[in-house]
């Protein structure tokens, strides 16, 4: 037997096998719709399945279709090579190889490789690119964007989060947009109109905190900075410039903070920043610190502040080295070129707050 009528052989066997299940749930339908129970469906492609024509109008317990099924409603599992099409509602487990579209309401779990669209849900969705609903009460996962109208559990995506109204958590590799946040907001980029806690390096919300500033170090860095966040934590990002350096003048940093205390015009403020100098040319220069900071209102938008900090330093260059000469403890690599160790210093500033 040559390759060919091996081939042949093979797929002459495959079909009388699925011509048979068609056959046996068929006839397993026939009998499920005459005593009004939910039907059994196995095909190809609609309407190439044990439901016929008929799939539309059928609600299920168990569907397989190894490229695309459609049905009124699944009340089990559905599973799809490509794509599963519920005209209405679903629950149980929808598994398909690209994408679950649910009508109405999906009330169980959903996961796809690429797409899950839903009316609402009560469940968990999972997608390999996107999930969108209409509303969500349950979670929703996917590797890029999930979007939501009214979002009361959580939404997680590796880039982005869209809801309308949000009660619950969303968190995003780089942004999150909600109209309303009663909940978290965690990711790179957190935009509400309302917002509870937002937790990001900028954070925008009518109800939030926003200032514009400028700091000043030990080693006479100089940045521009913008403050954003709410009630207790907020972001930090500026740049800037160093005055000490010959070569790696341009500043940067980013980070967290916290307002720890507040009496009044007064406040006690944490924050958690990494930073460095860049000549564009070669070399490093990395700083991490962490600042312990008292800041002062004197007037209702304009805040002093300033207090010592706790850095860890690692450099290759010569400007760096001559930066600090003091340190709690430090240590070389490669002979010499590698500066690492741990210093104090401090940071004052002044900042407007909008």
Known sequence: MDLKEYQNSILSIILKIWTFFLIVFASTNIYAQDSGRARTNV???YPLSSNWTNAPK???SFSLNLIAGVSAAERGISLAGISNIIR????????AGFSNHISKTADGTMLAGFLNTYGSGRGVAIAGFANIAGSS?????????????????????????????????????????????????????????????????????????????ATIDENQTTLLTFRSGGKIFYGIVGVGYNF????????YEAGFGAHVLTIKSFRLNTELVNGGLESFKGGEYEKS?????????????????????????????????????????????????????????????VQIGF
């Open 58 to 60: 059928d609600t299920n």
């Open 137 to 213: 009460s349950g979670a929703q996962i996917a590797g890029f964007m999930n979007k939501g109208g009214d979002v009361s559990a959580l939404q997680l995506a590796g880039f982005m989060n869209l809801a309308r109204d949000m009660k619950g958590t969303q968190i995003a590799g780089f942004m999150n947009l909600a109209k309303k946040a009663k909940g978290a907001q965690i990711g790179f980029i957190n935009i509400a109109d309302s917002a509870g806690t937002q937790i990001g390096i900028v954070n925008i919300a009518r109800n939030g905190e926003r200032s514009i500033g």
């Open 244 to 251: 000490n350096n010959k070569k790696q003048k341009y500043a």
């Open 43 to 45: 095909g190809l492609v």
């Open 289 to 349: 610190s962490l600042r312990l900071l008292t800041a002062f209102k004197i007037t209702r938008s304009v805040e002093l502040f300033g207090g010592p900090s706790f850095n860890y330093v690692n450099t290759n260059t010569e400007d760096g080295k001559k930066l600090t000469t003091k340190y709690v403890n430090s240590w070389t690599r490669n002979n010499g070129r590698d500066l690492y160790g741990f210093y104090f210093g401090y940071t004052a500033g």
């Open 88 to 95: 209405h509602d679903a629950r149980g487990l929808q598994i």
